[in-house]
């Protein structure tokens, strides 16, 4: 299953008044996976980082999208 993180996760198509049709992009995929991880990482409440404990909100931002990385490239495998 071969993946883009960097595609709409639920595109949308709508029209403008000069009825074209647009795709409302919303969150990618790699925005939603990091969400959820994130998500996950606050309600544990122990971010580990290189072997130390790290519940500042930079260090969870950080591993969060790393953790959708690797989703995105498991998925691609």
Do not use: H, W
């Not at 049709?21 to 790699?30: A, D, H, I, M, Q």
């Amino acid at each position: 299953m071969k993946t883009n993180g960097n595609e709409p996760c639920n595109p949308v198509l709508t029209q403008s008044s000069s009825l074209q049709n647009e795709t409302s992009l919303g969150l990618t995929k790699r925005e939603m996976f990091a969400m959820a991880a994130m998500q996950g990482m606050y309600n544990n409440g122990v971010m580990t980082i290189n072997g130390s404990i790290d519940r500042s909100p930079d260090g969870i931002a950080i591993m969060a999208v790393q953790a959708a990385d690797e989703l995105i490239n498991a998925l691609n495998k």
